[in-house]
């Protein structure tokens, strides 16, 4: 069948935004090693969802608790113990799989920082400084030029 008039646009093409981008979805389950389950064995205290965020309890916990890549193995985590922490599976691990969690404002938390300072560490063995505030924040962060310093803050 052979066309014989070209194809016309019969609506206009409407202007504006595109459609919202959606968190990247959990491309499916990738076990942990040995060694990542037996840290969580092992953990005294594991992440888990509160009203306000995310925080800290003492294990056991009277719900599922996996270990979490902190890096994601698509960006490169691996099977280091370091690589992951404890956390809740229903509050926790699965919201921040989605792209549905901050984790970010936990961590820069001194008390947070200082107790997975490792971990926090063995993320920069994977990721850039940058790549790694947006894989805690679960969103891209928008860095601006501030331009130079006042006077009496440059020295």
């Known amino acids: 069948m052979k066309r014989n008039a070209p194809l016309e646009r019969r609506t206009g093409l409407k202007r504006g935004p595109g459609p919202a981008r959606k968190p990247m979805k959990r491309s499916g389950f990738t076990p942990a090693s040995k060694a990542q389950r037996e840290k969580v064995k092992r953990a005294r205290v594991a992440l888990i969802g509160m009203a306000g965020g995310v925080g800290l309890d003492v294990l056991p916990l009277p719900y599922p608790v996996d270990p979490m890549h902190l890096t994601p ?8 113990p370091d690589c992951v922490v404890a956390a809740a599976r229903e509050s926790v691990h699965g919201p921040y799989d989605d792209g549905r969690l901050d984790l970010l404002t936990f961590f820069a938390q001194p008390k947070n920082r200082a107790l997975y300072e490792r971990e ?21 962060v928008e860095w601006r030029e501030v331009g130079p310093l006042p006077e009496s803050e440059a020295a």
């Open 120 to 140: 926090l560490q063995h993320m920069l063995t994977h990721l850039s400084p940058v790549e790694m505030v947006e894989q805690l924040a679960n969103a891209r």
């Open 73 to 80: 193995r698509s960006k490169g985590g691996c099977d280091h």
